[in-house]
């Protein structure tokens, strides 16, 4: 049985990689593995995993049981994980993370846990927000991120562009408290977008000035290798995009280091970036909007839920399923069905 005193919470909240709210929660830990039990303390707990301080840890990728037992619950929870993190502290202590999914009722309990804990951060040493505009926009800046991160070579961390992007929604929300959730939508998602590529552009050996030079260069030779019929001279080059030859050679001298490629679509992604929406895109855009909010109204309860979790907030098949107590396979039908469902009520023009 585990023992449920000494329990501690600190604050504040913090978002996982994974995009579970997390608690800083002190609680006796049991953990099986090697056939044996062994007792620790948890370091936090979200509905996705436990961190948990030790004598002794098991090793990265195994399989383990874990039960623990949250504050105001009577009843300890029980999972079964694996080892996705685990060091050995500077004190001898081993620190591990396991990764779990836990059923629809001890997710729920975390939550509440998580939700009567209070405001939401990056990382522990951030400032925060509430927890239900944090919970909003996530899956907003997420979404973005994940757009970035299409046009990018795969060594760019999604995580990373997203906790950018957090801090300066809680910036955002710091010099506008009170302001509607409208409104502060309108106001920082530019925002969001505009950390994500300062985040970038710190990571770009390049400056900006050169790599406009160099993509310029880059989109000169393929006009002139398309009209030429061959590859265009260097003196081509600089009467192409009105730079000197010395200037030519010197971009082109960059861009051909290994340096470079990694960030080679920054530029394009602050162009596209800067393209503003006229008002005809607009009032197309919001009457879209409109007609897919009276169609999602129009489904039954159980798929308007589904499409809300799977597009909304980004849960995994496997997760849903979880939630609703069905099988994987039966959440993807069900998502087949409700989007064809949609379809139907809501033609594409």
């Known amino acids: 049985m585990v023992a449920a005193a000494d329990n501690m919470l600190t604050t504040p909240v913090v978002l996982?990689?994974?995009y579970f709210a997390r608690v800083d929660l002190e609680v006796d830990v049991v953990v099986e593995y090697d056939e044996a039990r062994h007792r620790g303390r948890s370091v936090n707990i979200s509905e996705g995993g436990i961190a948990v301080r030790a004598a002794s840890g098991p090793a990265k990728e195994s399989s383990?049981?874990?039960?623990?037992?949250?504050?105001?619950?009577d009843a300890p929870i029980h999972?079964?994980?694996?080892?996705?993190?685990s060091v050995t502290l500077s004190d001898g202590m081993a620190e591990f993370a396991i990764s779990f999914e836990l059923g629809d009722v001890d997710a729920a309990v975390v939550r509440r846990v998580v939700a009567e804990h209070g405001d939401v951060a990056w990382e522990p040493s951030d400032a925060a927000i509430p927890r239900e505009v944090a919970l909003r926009f996530i899956p907003l800046i997420r979404r973005i991120a994940r757009g970035f991160a299409r046009r990018l070579p795969p060594d760019v961390a999604v995580d990373d562009l997203v906790g950018s992007a957090f801090v300066a929604l809680v910036e955002t929300y710091r010099q506008h408290a009170g302001t509607s959730t409208e409104e502060l939508e309108r106001i920082a998602l530019p925002r969001v977008r505009y950390a994500m590529l300062d985040e970038l552009r710190e990571g770009d050996p390049l400056s900006r000035r050169m790599r406009r030079k160099a993509t310029a260069i880059g989109k000169a030779r393929s006009r002139l290798e398309g009209s030429l019929?061959?590859?265009?001279?260097?003196a081509e080059l600089a009467s192409e995009t009105g730079m000197t030859e010395a200037a030519v050679a010197e971009a082109e001298r960059v861009a051909s280091?290994?340096?470079s490629s990694a960030h080679a679509s920054v530029h394009e992604l602050e162009l596209a970036d800067h393209e503003e929406e006229g008002p005809d895109e607009a009032a197309s855009r919001a009457q879209s909007l409109e007609r897919l909010r009276t169609a999602l109204d129009a489904l039954p309860p159980r798929h308007k839920k589904i499409l809300e979790l799977y597009y909304g907030e980004d849960l995994t098949l496997r997760q849903i399923g979880n939630l609703l107590g069905v099988t994987e396979a039966r959440i993807s039908q069900l998502v087949s069905d409700a989007v064809k469902k949609l379809r139907h009520t809501m033609p594409l023009t």
């Open 16 to 18: 996982e990689p994974r």
């Open 229 to 234: 019929s061959r590859t265009p001279t260097r």
């Open 257 to 259: 280091s290994g340096a």
């Open 64 to 73: 383990v049981g874990v039960t623990f037992r949250v504050p105001g619950e």
């Open 79 to 85: 999972a079964v994980g694996r080892v996705v993190r």
